[in-house]
């Protein structure tokens, strides 16, 4: 394919990586930190990698990114594109409080679509199961004609089922390519059939606050990937990032202020029903409401669990609620023995592993959607402890 | 077109390419391996070859087709499609056309050539321990080098830079393995068997370094444009465990080769000085 080439504002973006290459793992810090050591395994593999890779030094020091770091933050793009069942799907909002990896390929690209997303895929598969539900994926084809819901589907999902694949018209792509600065798509004359598309050969990376700061273009590696992401998911401080961010007022992104930042699912004691726990936060300085609850069941109801009678007598009883605050500054706890939602007559035979798409609906309008594993009873309580980091 | 097969970051195709420069380099090579060969035929017919001579008598009919096959195995390891394969695809081809240029063809070319050809030069034979070992750390440095990620994904995008690496093996190889085929004296079966085992050290540990390897090593296998079902870690993991399996296969093969000739060369002693003491009791009996 061809790499486009940038516009203007995007050059820095758009620019190769000026990152060096780096030495096989062990030698350069190319830590994986996820994996349990394996102590004198890895004494075996860090003197054959040191054979190997020379020890050269390496030139991302701990903790920085190997991405490019953008020199302005970009918003998360307002677009809304076809998501593979043809429902339009709202990027801003639905990957709000996640980390979000956008990418604008098609299937048919030879190199750099399959490399980009085979890396990606390959590095996600070494987060831990909570990290993983944190971040989203999404393919926007730049190529429909041959790009149809079910060649996507088959070919996004060879590298991970849950990677979010959107097919609008060549315009519609080319529209929310250009939110970000990037070049349009376009179509090399000739080659018949088997033609090719020029499109930007960059993934951009939103953080879960919002905004882009982080640009990975073509030749970034899985370990690559491997080292960035815990600095993306914030689970190491980034000092590049630190810098850059410093002297300016950060994008707010839409979602930012109130977020719905955990949310699991897990089936009910109760014949035909499933319970819906979240933890919304509301960074805003007004209390906001939340007031429905939209998810793939039969009927949703908010529900608020209350200790009735007392002494041996007491039992916890369920009542239905219309609405829950959100402190302003503060949370809602959707949990077991408080305020939750009940799913009544899924959709589904939900099973752990399965994911939930919950819409919450605010009464101030704001509209958040999540998409929830389902876990069970055993891990819930631990999954929506924070101290815990679940 | 290209004269020689490199990383060029195409997208692969089952269309033929065809790489001059391999052509002319296996044909300088039958040339010179003709050149030899005549050489030796040479030799054998002259008088003085005895002097000289290998203990297996005539020249077996074997020795010439191990050196034909020898040098269609480096053919097939340096060009269409394997070639090509192995410079920019995959790793796992790549890990192929190394033991064919490293472990199977110099053997196959050396026995082709015969024992006069393989015998130690007048200088070496004042210190063939030197030799042999100097061969060995040739062979690993070599193996080491050409096997660094540095190295490969400088060297593999350019012609140059994988004709370098692929002649350095067959280079190597030929190195390595003489001293192994070498029948007679200085070398002790068993100091071969050591050689052998001490030579192939980094082969070992490179196979098991990507057998275990977290990411791919190679950033030119990578991000190559992918060739389906193959990913770029199993493609890395199946390349060590070809490594492991052909090179150990081959190298238990040699190691046994060599302790059979030993076996049959003691059982000849022994013969030879049972027939020698019969001899001598027929003498005395006379």
């Not at chain 1, 004494?43 to 054959?48: D, P, T």
């Not at chain 1, 190529?143 to 990677?163: H, I, K, V």
């Not at chain 2, 065809?18 to 010179?32: E, I, K, R, T």
């Not at chain 2, 993991?237 to 093969?253: C, D, R, Y």
Request: hydrophobic share 45%; with cysteine.
């Amino acid at each position: 394919m061809r790499m486009s080439p940038p516009t203007a504002p995007a050059a820095a973006s758009l620019a190769p990586s000026s990152r060096g290459a780096p030495p096989p793992g062990g030698c350069a810090g190319a830590r994986n930190h996820y994996r349990a050591g394996r102590p004198r395994l890895q004494l075996v593999l860090a003197s054959l990698a040191l054979l190997l890779g020379g020890c050269a030094p390496d030139t991302h020091p701990r903790g920085q990114l190997r991405g490019t770091v953008l020199p302005e933050p970009i918003a998360r793009p307002q677009f809304t594109l076809p998501d593979l069942s043809g429902e339009p799907y709202l990027f801003a909002e639905r990957t709000a409080g996640k980390l979000t990896f956008l990418f604008f390929g098609y299937t048919y690209c030879p190199d750099v679509c399959p490399v980009h997303m085979a890396s990606l895929a390959a590095a996600l598969r070494g987060l831990p199961y909570q990290d993983r539900q944190r971040v989203a994926v999404v393919f926007v084809t730049v190529d429909p004609e041959r790009d149809s819901p079910e060649r996507l589907r088959e070919w996004l999902g060879a590298f991970d089922p849950r990677f979010v694949g959107l097919r609008g018209t060549v315009e519609e792509a080319n529209a929310a390519a250009a939110q970000l600065n990037f070049p349009p798509a376009v179509r090399e004359p000739g080659g018949g059939e088997n033609y090719t598309v020029g499109h930007a050969a960059s993934v951009i990376a939103f953080s879960p606050d919002g905004p882009a700061r982080v640009l990975y273009s073509f030749g970034t590696r899985r370990e690559d990937w491997v080292h960035d992401l815990p600095i993306l998911l914030g689970h190491e401080p980034d000092q590049a990032l630190s810098a850059a961010s410093a002297d300016r007022p950060q994008p707010v992104a839409p979602g930012g202020a109130l977020q719905v930042v955990r949310a699991f699912v897990t089936r009910s004691r109760m014949a035909q029903a499933a319970a819906l726990y979240a933890i919304i936060e509301n960074r805003t300085s007004s209390t906001d409401t939340l007031v429905a609850v939209d998810a793939p069941a039969g009927r949703t109801e908010l529900h608020e669990t209350v200790r009735e009678g007392e002494g041996t007598g007491m039992r916890m009883q369920m009542r239905p609620v219309t609405r829950v605050a959100v402190p302003a500054g503060g949370k809602l706890r959707l949990v077991p023995g408080g305020y939750h939602v009940m799913l009544l007559q899924p959709a589904l035979e939900w099973q752990p592993g399965d994911t939930v798409t919950a819409v919450f609906r605010f009464a101030s309008g704001a509209v958040r959607t999540v998409q929830a594993p389902v876990v069970t009873h055993d891990e819930i309580e631990r999954l929506l402890d924070e101290r815990t980091g679940g | 077109m290209q004269w020689w097969c490199s990383a060029q970051g195409v997208p692969w195709s089952w269309q033929w390419r065809p790489y001059p420069g391999v052509w002319l380099f296996m044909l300088a090579v039958v040339a010179l391996y003709l050149i030899i060969l005549r050489r030796e035929e040479a030799a054998r017919a002259a008088p003085a070859f005895h002097a000289v001579g290998s203990r297996s008598g005539p020249h077996p009919r074997w020795r010439p087709v191990a050196g034909w096959v020898g040098l269609a195995l480096s053919w097939l390891a340096l060009d269409w499609p394997l070639g090509t394969l192995g410079a920019g695809y995959l790793s796992s081809v790549h890990s192929v056309q190394f033991l064919l240029l490293t472990f199977i063809a110099p053997p196959l070319l050396l026995l082709g050539l015969g024992p006069r050809a393989l015998a130690v030069p007048g200088r070496a034979r004042r210190s063939p321990v030197a030799g042999i070992l100097a061969a060995a750390l040739l062979f690993n440095v070599v193996v080491i080098a050409t096997h660094m990620p540095r190295v490969v994904d400088r060297l593999m995008p350019t012609q140059a830079g994988a004709f370098a690496i692929d002649a350095a093996w067959l280079t190597a190889g030929l190195i390595f393995w003489r001293p192994v085929l070498l029948t007679g004296r200085p070398f002790h079966p068993l100091a071969r068997i050591g050689y052998i085992f001490w030579g192939t050290l980094a082969h070992t540990g490179i196979g098991v370094y990507f057998l275990l390897s977290d990411f791919p090593v190679y950033r030119v296998f990578e991000l190559a444009p992918p060739i389906p079902g193959l990913d770029p870690a199993s493609d890395q993991q199946l390349a060590g465990g070809i490594m492991e399996l052909v090179g150990m296969l081959i190298i238990f093969g040699a190691v046994s080769l060599v302790a059979l000739q030993w076996m049959q060369r003691e059982n000849e002693l022994e013969r030879e000085n049972r027939e020698r003491l019969a001899a001598g009791q027929e003498r005395r009996g006379e």
